[in-house]
């Protein structure tokens, strides 16, 4: 019988239930949406499938191509700045919270945001926020508080929010 396959052929035994095969449960899973390794492994294994059926099935899947660390974080930080504007701390803490590997998070975010493309980003939220303020000035310091809280809310270092908001001044 073909690992991979939900059901035995007949004559070949007893019949597999396909949430019992490791292998349908993982391409069901990425059906749903892509994930990081760690992550499969760890729905995986929750579904207690055994760690040598689950280590066979994600180095299939990553010889298939499948699964990649790398390309998934992208996605993911692409899919996220496509959305609203967000600052590195927010897509490391999204990227953490799908486990991908610190490594992977650390070349992502050099590669997708940098310091000038961070600068663009906390513009465009600086902005979308100052419109809904009530008066459209920020001459008041209640008002580039909320502003400050809000920019550091959406992830962006505290350097990059005073320059911003210095920039507006």
């Known amino acids: 019988m073909n690992k991979y396959n939900a059901e035995n052929t007949k ?13 349908y449960v993982a391409t069901r899973l990425l059906g749903i949406r892509p994930r990081s390794v760690e992550e ?16 066979d099935t994600i180095n299939t899947l990553l010889d298939l191509k499948y699964l990649n660390d790398k390309e998934f974080a992208q996605m993911v930080c692409e899919s ?8 590195r701390a927010a897509l490391r803490f999204k990227l953490k919270k799908y486990l991908v590997p ?3 998070i650390k070349e992502t975010l ?13 513009r465009k939220a600086f902005d979308s926020k100052k419109k809904t303020l009530k008066n ?3 001459d ?6 909320k502003i400050f809280g ?4 959406q992830g962006f270092s505290t350097d990059v929010v005073y320059k911003v908001i210095g920039d507006f001044q």
């Open 110 to 122: 050099e590669k997708i945001l940098t310091q000038e493309k961070e600068e663009e980003y906390c």
């Open 80 to 87: 996220t700045l496509a959305g609203k504007p967000k600052g």
């Open 150 to 153: 809000y920019l550091i809310r």
């Open 136 to 138: 459209k000035s920020i």
């Open 11 to 23: 004559g070949q035994g007893k019949k597999i239930r396909k949430n019992e095969n490791c292998w």
């Open 140 to 145: 008041n310091f209640k008002e580039r508080q």
């Open 102 to 104: 610190e490594k992977v």
């Open 40 to 55: 499969l492994k760890k729905k995986l294994l929750d579904k207690k499938f055994s760690e040598p059926e689950v280590n």
